[in-house]
């Protein structure tokens, strides 16, 4: 159980990291520095 | 990863600690690329055999696979303590994921769901925190594990009862019977939800939603969803997120009642309590949508943020198999299991008549 409540000690910070690198994948994805993503 | 904004810079040192943290995770994080990746390598393959050969077969998405995968090796060779601290990384990629995925809703999209979810998120709330404290005294547990399963299958599984955990003073013992339980009761869902779903022939909308009201765990919520149909896997993630923004007044709210027994510390200021419960990524999927609806990407580059959305939910999923160790949730005994398993089964049933009211009156 020790896994389920290591993130959450760091919750803000892991919250904060997150949205961190989903907005600068976003501004690299409009600024067409990031070839297109496949999926 | 939170020492490094917490404590004051001292050169070389902080640098080396970093970097050493950081090289931790690479082998966990290649574990959950790999079992992610073969998930979605069986799916592509299944579909090609079957469809080169005229076979029909259901296509059974990479989520499934990818958390099979990781239950079997989690359950059986076991993740050496190599691999621990990457595979932890799922919850951030889950976030991360979500941001993104703001990228695919019109912020209008967001308020009409949001705002529907929101309605029917306030009465379940209500209903299953009051069901679950009877459940809990007729099970003779103590009040405070009540609480945290309370909190945990009306609001949002393990980071709503680790946010209530220390506000309502709980001890540590009771935070991982009620973690178990919910964890155990997530697995279980996942199997049993798309299933019920496709049985009564429920929309994507209509089953998206109630996977978001009604599965605890935000991986496990999303992948629900997922496992039915993109488009209600999108759903599932705004109901879900929906939900989770509420987490702070719950917590709030317990604090408040626990302290008034004098068995938890006062809580002082009511709006940084809020604010520090309130989880941030949140904000990120709102600000995303709000870029997308306001023309702000291009047709290619929604597609493209939409992709590594997916990218970053196939580690999840696959971390989602590789941290449900089946043998430890066993080990936690039946009493907490069974007000859980209760109790889930009441949300779930709630949570079914609401969105099936709400497709009716409301419509989705």
Known sequence: MSNSTSPSRFSFSLDSYAVALALVLALLVRLNLLPPIKW | MAATTTTPFHGVDDVIGLGRRIAALIPGLL??????????????SI????????IAFPNIEYVLWAIVLGLIIANTVGIPRIFAAGVATYEFWLKAGIVLLGSRFLLGDVL??????????????????????????????????????AVGSSICGVSAIIAAKPAI???????????????????????TFP?????????????GLWAGLAVDNTAEATAAGALYSDAAGKVAVLAKTTRNALIGFIVLGYALYWSSCGQAQAVG???????????????????????????????????????????????????????????ELGK?????????????????????????????????
């Open chain 2, 31 to 44: 574990l959950l690329a790999t079992v992610g990746y073969a998930g979605k390598f069986i799916e592509q």
């Open chain 2, 47 to 54: 579909g090609a055999y079957t469809k080169a050969r005229h």
């Open chain 2, 112 to 149: 009409h769901l949001g705002g529907i979810s929101l309605l029917l998120v306030a009465v379940a709330i209500t209903l299953s925190l009051t069901f679950m404290h009877i459940l809990g005294r007729a099970f003779k547990l103590k009040p405070k594990l009540t609480s945290l399963l």
């Open chain 2, 169 to 191: 003073g709980a001890d540590d013992e009771d935070a991982s019977y009620a973690i178990a339980a919910i964890l155990a009761l997530g697995a279980i869902s996942l199997f």
């Open chain 2, 195 to 207: 299933l019920i779903g496709h049985s009564l022939h429920l929309s994507d909308k209509a089953y």
């Open chain 2, 269 to 327: 200021n009511k709006a940084a309590f809020l604010w520090g419960k309130f989880p941030k990524f949140v904000l990120g999927f709102l600000l995303i949508s709000l870029l997308a609806t306001l023309g702000f990407f291009t047709k290619p580059q929604l597609t493209s943020l939409a992709n590594l959305s997916r990218w970053a939910f196939l580690l999840t999923f696959a971390g989602v198999g590789l941290r449900t160790n089946l043998r």
């Open chain 2, 332 to 364: 936690q005994g039946w009493r907490p299991f069974a007000v859980g398993a209760i109790g889930e089964v009441f949300i779930a049933l709630l949570t079914l008549a609401l969105v099936y009211g709400a497709d009716r009156y409301l419509y989705l």
